[in-house]
């Protein structure tokens, strides 16, 4: 009688993110891992992308989505993780238009679809 | 991350196991373990017993990165979300279960009086249709639980906060007016709780933003749960 509802505490993106690799699809996982000023998505964030660009969650308030999603694509051909920085002090945060202000750090690795 | 250890971490959240995920940020090197574990990989003398990086990230939920002499380690603790039991299915109630489950909690509703406590008024939320005494020793509130009593009956509401006080609840409030309050204030330390003990209840229940309607009341108390849950 503890629990009824356990499975409402899966992070949902994690478990969309295991569905997309258990169809065999490509998969890369971004996370939040450091935020500072009105940053809008806490660390810990994840936002999981396919190779086909479909993606769930979110890692901002939409600003940095495409960056991380052409990242994304690329950490799923190389199968190397890389970290990413956007601020307002950054060029790239122009670039593709950080307009919530605040920095991000993020990590986008790729799922490998075979059991380690 | 590869796909076992993405399984085992959908998997340990599905169980309502509290883990944390260490990424080393140069070259994604990671590691999942809980409370149990002794020893990392990732975080040298990172014991989760002791007051650690890894014990407060599954303490306070709260990612970090900390320092080591391998480079930077992410840590990610994936716990079960906070508890807050509603003793009362009443309107506020009914208003109360949809949004404190949309902003994450586990809620669980208890009242005694069976026409009250139906899943017709309460088709999302566990019902226990049992007296809040009986059941909350059994609901073992921790330092994650809310509980908040909304019967505006010291019947059911007044054994609820006792058994609210003798836990580690975050937040304990209680519905009704400074007069009530002040009745049930006198109640408790009949009971033998002392004053600084009877100051951990919330009442009148929720921030005062001149809330009316029960659905308003809900915004307000949760407004005011969410405000010590973070606080704490």
Not at chain 1, 42 to 61: K, L, N, Y
Not at chain 2, 138 to 163: C, K, M, Q, W
Request: charged share 20%; proline share 6%.
């Amino acid at each position: 009688m503890e629990r009824d509802s356990t499975h409402r505490n899966v992070d949902p993106v994690l478990a969309q993110a295991l569905e997309w690799v258990e169809q065999g699809r490509r998969v890369a996982l971004a996370t939040v891992t450091r935020t500072w000023g009105s940053a809008p998505r806490r660390a810990g964030s994840h936002m999981a992308i396919t190779e086909r660009g479909d993606f769930a969650g979110s890692v901002s308030g939409g600003c940095i989505e495409g960056a991380v999603i052409r990242t994304a694509l690329e950490v799923i051909e190389t199968g190397a993780p890389r970290t990413l920085e956007f601020g307002v002090t950054n060029e790239m945060a122009w670039e593709v238009g950080l307009a919530c202000g605040g920095t991000v750090h993020l990590l986008v690795e790729p799922v490998a679809n075979r059991e380690a | 991350m590869n796909a076992g250890l993405l399984r085992e971490l959908v998997a340990a959240q599905a169980d309502g196991r509290d883990v944390v995920l260490a990424t080393r940020l140069s070259d994604g090197v990671q590691e999942l373990v809980d409370a149990e574990a002794t020893s990392y990989r990732l975080v040298p003398g990172g014991n989760a017993s002791a007051d650690g990086p890894v014990a407060g990230a599954l303490r306070t939920g709260v990612p970090t990165t900390v320092e080591t002499t391998e480079g930077d380690v992410f840590l990610r603790p994936y716990i079960r979300p906070p508890r807050l039991i509603i003793v009362g299915a009443v309107h506020i109630a009914q208003a109360l279960v949809p949004m404190a489950t949309i902003a994450g909690f586990q809620v669980t509703v208890l009242d005694p009086r069976e026409g009250f406590a139906t899943p017709e008024r309460f088709p999302d939320a566990r019902v226990v249709i049992e007296w809040p005494d009986d059941v909350i020793g059994t609901l073992a509130p921790d330092r994650r639980t809310g509980i908040v009593a909304l019967t505006h009956d010291p019947r059911i509401d007044d054994p609820a906060l006792i058994a609210a006080l003798r836990s580690e609840a975050f937040y304990i409030g209680a519905l009704g007016s400074r007069k009530t309050q002040g009745a049930r204030r006198e109640r408790l330390a009949e009971a033998g709780f002392s004053a600084e003990s009877v100051e951990r209840i919330h009442g009148p229940v929720g921030l005062p933003i001149g809330a009316r309607t029960p659905e308003e009341i809900a915004v307000a108390v949760l407004a005011q749960v969410i405000g010590a849950l973070r606080a704490g």
